[in-house]
């Protein structure tokens, strides 16, 4: 996942992935370009209930905890 990536890498990104990826939070936030986000999975319906309570949610938000 992207928070996997982010993790493995220790890039700072100051609060990303507090839940480690349990989607119980929603600071692992991205948003993706179209061209991109069109190319993903559909979101799970718990990514779905969480991603509602992201700051800036956009029709290309994910939780980059959810994302391969
Ligand atoms: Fe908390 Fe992704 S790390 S929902």
């Not at 890498?9 to 480690?20: A, D, I, P, Q, R």
């Not at 999975?41 to 990514?47: A, C, I, K, Y």
Request: hydrophobic share 40%; proline share 1%.
């Amino acid at each position: 996942t992207i928070l996997d990536v982010v993790l493995d890498n220790e890039l700072n990104f100051e609060s990303f992935g507090v839940c480690e990826g349990t989607v119980s939070c929603s600071t692992c936030h991205v948003i993706f370009e179209d061209g991109v986000y069109s190319l993903l999975e559909e979101p799970l319906m718990d990514e779905m209930d969480m991603l509602d309570l992201a700051c800036g949610l956009t029709e290309t938000s994910r939780l980059g905890c959810q994302v391969y």
